[in-house]
Structures are given as structure tokens and as C-alpha cells.
């Protein structure tokens, strides 16, 4: 079985980034760039498939400019063998990823395509979604556990109440959850590996896909503040305070 | 201009997150007609149909949606969707599974977690784990739009007096099935809705130390939250989750436990009226956003709190 990761080149989870001053956009001069954990969970769940002989080939492919190139090397750092580099400088909206994807799916013929629930820059959660909507094909949001059983796929998922089980028809799309697994680091052996394996780059234009969207950024701004609070003594100032000054209790 | 709310149920009830959905739309501005697309869900449509501010309700009982399977849900709110100008659905996890498919099989963009609505084609949302709030604007035919209930005060359930109608909608789509569920079961509130939450993190150190905190849940009538990593850490199930990539929540106090205050854990409840923090680090971040900080041992001040209520 023939598996492909998507994987998005994120601002690192550590950073908190701020608007421009003039509101145009987010600030990313010389902010640290890395893999979106959650592309990171799913990349390890593909190569653990490979270990465990259900996945045959680990594909791993990633859209944007040149710089992505650097989260496509880290992917095959932690055991995918080969890549895809979409390249283009568009502002991707997750519509026109999941049409990119979708063509890269029909040309590969996977038969099971792990995304990342969602990416921690714009928060869509959306593009595995779409990706199967395009494709008519099963998904399994969410994935806390994934079984590959025969033709079909057990996923359990993480849902507001709970957890919840499902099957799917292969091919399907699966969207990582925190808990699905805890990703390896990569080893200096395998970072210096992962240099020599292959990386294959298409166009949008290539795969026949238009990327524009109808979405525009008006502009973004910070949070509303919140005022500075006070250190109180004793747990009885605080219930004091709770009950007589800001009377929630 | 005709909006679609697509309502969040179990066949059972009619979940609140639908009335906080309803006010988004309301925000928009029209006519509102509300999808219950369910297997025996005649009770979620009367309740619908009393839902304030709500004309039309359709309702698509069938077999195929009974557990709102994301294939099925997918094609069906697509097709009854291409009517509107507008179709939002509450981001639950519910919601987040479905949607997207609809906005593709649309073709148009999907807007995630509006937390306001400045016109009929422009919403504010938070990106960045809520450290920068984006103004979108959308020249799509068809707004498909995810609504973060903690954005919108609920309208009122009753009230209304709508007329209920049969849709029917597409066929199994044989893709996926439903096997099962392990749903938390619990007389407390609901995290979402709660108006006072008490979450505790890595600093419980263990599942058994959080019964202090349903202790002093129990008394304030609170709902227990928990941080990732209480999660990952097996004391709490996934379900307790607050922050970026978890549940939101803005409750009038939240009572932060053992939680150093990451931003991913910031994202999810910021937004609450009060925040207490209880740490027994004095630089621990959650204090920055804290309206009242007590650096303590919580093993010595959360059992003196419950004491004290
Ligand atoms: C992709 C991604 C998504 C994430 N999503 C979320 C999310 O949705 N929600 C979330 O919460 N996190 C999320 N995180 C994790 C987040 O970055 C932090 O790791 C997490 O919130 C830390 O949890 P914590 O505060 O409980 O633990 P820690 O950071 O370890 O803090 C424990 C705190 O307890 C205090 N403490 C310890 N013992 C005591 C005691 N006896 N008395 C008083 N205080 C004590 C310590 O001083 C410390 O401040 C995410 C991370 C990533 C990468
Ligand atoms: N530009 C991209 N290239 C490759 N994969 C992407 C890209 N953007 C999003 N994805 C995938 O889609 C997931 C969800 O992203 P999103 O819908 O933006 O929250 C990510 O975790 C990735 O797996």
C-alpha cells in the first residue's frame, strides 16, 4: 500500500508572532520556520506503517515556495523515501492545496493519504476534508488510533464527547490528532540520508490546477488585551475577591 | 439573502452550540432556515422549530445520517445548501468534519471559527493560536462558514414558531461506517457552556489527583477542564482538552490548576471573564493573563479552596 503525507512548512509552535504594524499581514521576519506537528504525527504514523510492512512506500509532499523543500528533507529525515515539492510563491487558501493534493493522489495512486488535523498558523483544520470531498473518498478525522484491516480502515477519532469508531473503504484520508502517536527524532545518520533521496518538483500548472481563491485578508490585528491581574495572599483573599469584587461565585 | 444553519444533535436533543450558530447568522442578516439531518430526530426539529429567529426548518431523517457521518453529511448539506447565500455550522468536532467537504463539493472557500461578523461577506477570525485575529473577506458565491460558539451569545430556544419540512437528500454513500463510541459520561455541565470551569495540568500529577478538582467543581456547579498535557499524560480522556487545538471556552471564571500557561492552552480559554491561576511557579505565564494569581502548592491550596466554598 502506497501512502502519502502532506506536510505544511509552519512557524515553529514556539513563537508567538504578532501583525505588522500596518495590519497587512503577520510578521514573519526572521521568525523560526518547522514542520507542522501535526504533519510531523502524521509523517511518523506513515513510517510506522512501513515498519510494520502494511505500507510499501512512504510519499511525502508539501506546497509553497523553495523553502519548503527544507520540511520535505526533515519528512524523509524520519523515514519517508521520497518526495514532492509543489512549488509555487501563490498564497495557498486550503481549497487549492487539497485540488494540488488531489492530483498528486490521482497520479500516485495512493491508497491512503495522512494529513495533519490542522495546521497551527492559519487553524483552518479543512484541507484533509476537502482532499477526500475532491477525491470521493472515505476520512477519518481527528485519528487517535489507525488499523489497517484488509480493505478497510479502523479509525478512532477524537471527537467533543469522546471517541468515536469508524470504518473506512480504502483509499482513504486520515487527519492526525495529538494522541496518535509521539514522533521519533531524526538521527544524524538519517538527516545525512535524507539529502541523497529523491525530491521531485511539479508546478500547480503541471498538475492542471488553478490555485486562485476568493478569499482576501483585509487586514489582522492583535487580540484584545487583557488587563493585568493581582497576586492575592491566601486562598481565603481569593474566594474573598471572587465572591465580593468580581462575583462569579 | 437565505442562510443555512446545519443543526448540532444527537436525535435526541438539540445541542446548544446550534443556538450560538443561529446568532451568527442573525448577525448576517436574513432569512434563517435550520438543516436537522439525523435518524429519528422528529424531537430535534420541533425543538428547532421553537429556536427564536428561525423561519424554516428542514428536516432530513434518514438512516444514512444517523451518526452525521461526514461522507453522507458532506453531499447532503451541499445539495440542500446550493439554495442559500450562507451555510454555517457550529465548529465542533462535529461541524470541523463535515463542512469542509461541503465547501469543496461547492467549490468555494470555507471560513473557519468566525468570531465576529463585520458584513455579509467579511468575518473576523483568529489565526496563530488566537495571537492575531484576521478580517476575511469572501467574493464566493456561497459563504460556507465554521461559527466559534464562544463568539456569539446563544439566542433564545423558544420563542419561535417555524414551520418543519421534509427534505430528502442523497443515499448512503457506502464509504464509511459507524462502529462505535465511548462517550464521557458525566452530571456535570458541559465544558462549552459552563459558566465557571476548573482545568487542571501536568501539575496533578496523576487521574486520581483531579477528584480535588471535581470536589471544588461539584461545589461551584463547574465543569473540569484539563491542559494537553494532562491529556497526553492519561489523567483526563481527549474529551477535557482546552486550548488551540482543543476545546474553547470563555466562561465567566475559569480556575487554572498546575497549568504553566502555554499559548496553545491560552487559545482555548483567554476569552473567560475572570481567570484564576493557582501555581507554585511566580513566573509561570499563566499568571500574565491570571485577573487573580495565588502562588501556592495546589495540593495544599485547592483542598483549602473546596473547604472554603
Ligand atoms: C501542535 C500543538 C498543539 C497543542 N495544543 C494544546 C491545547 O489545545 N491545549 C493545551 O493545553 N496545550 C496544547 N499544547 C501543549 C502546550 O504547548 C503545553 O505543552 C501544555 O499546555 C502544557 O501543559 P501544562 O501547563 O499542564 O504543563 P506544564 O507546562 O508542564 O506546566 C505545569 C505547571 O504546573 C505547575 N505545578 C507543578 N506542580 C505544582 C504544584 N504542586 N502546585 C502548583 N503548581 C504546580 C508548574 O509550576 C507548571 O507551571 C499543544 C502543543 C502543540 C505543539
Ligand atoms: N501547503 C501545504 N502543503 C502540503 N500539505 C498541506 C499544506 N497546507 C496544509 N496541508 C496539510 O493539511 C493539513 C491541515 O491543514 P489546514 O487545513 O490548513 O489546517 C496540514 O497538517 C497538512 O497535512
Redesign the pocket.
Known sequence: MKVL?????VVDYNVKVRPKADGSGVDLANVKMAL?P??EI?VEEAVRLKEKGVATEVVV????GKA?QEQIRTALALGADRGIH?ETEAE?Q?LA??K??KAVVDKEQAQLV??????I???????????AALAGMAQGTFASEVVVDGGNLKVTREIDGGLQTVSLKLPAVV??DLRLNEPRYASLPNIMKAKKKPLDVVTPDALGVNVESKLTLVKVEPPAERKAGIKVESVEQLVDKLKNEAKVI | MAILVVAEHDNKALKGATLNTVAAAKAIGGDIAVLVAGAGCAAVAEAAAKVAGVSKVLVADNAAYANQLAENMGTLVAEVGKGYSHVLAPATTSGKNFM?RVAALLDVAQI?EIIAVESADTFKRPIYAGNVIATVKSADAIKVITVRTTGFDAVAAEGGSAAVEAVSGPADAGLSSFVGEELAKSDRPELTSAKIVVSGGRGMQNGDNFEMLYKVADKLGAAVGASRAAVDAGFVPNDMQVGQTGKIVAPDLYIAVGISGAIQHLAGMKDSKVIVAINKDEDAPIFQVADYGLVADLFEAVPALEKLL
Open positions: 503525507v502532506a506536510v505544511k512548512r507542522n501535526f504533519c502524521a509532499v508539501s506546497a509553497g519548503c509543489v495557498l486550503p492545496v487539497a494540488l493534493l495522512i494529513l495533519g488535523k490542522q495546521s498558523d492559519g487553524d483552518n483544520n479543512q484541507t484533509g476534508q476537502m482532499l487527519t492526525t | 469542509p473557519s
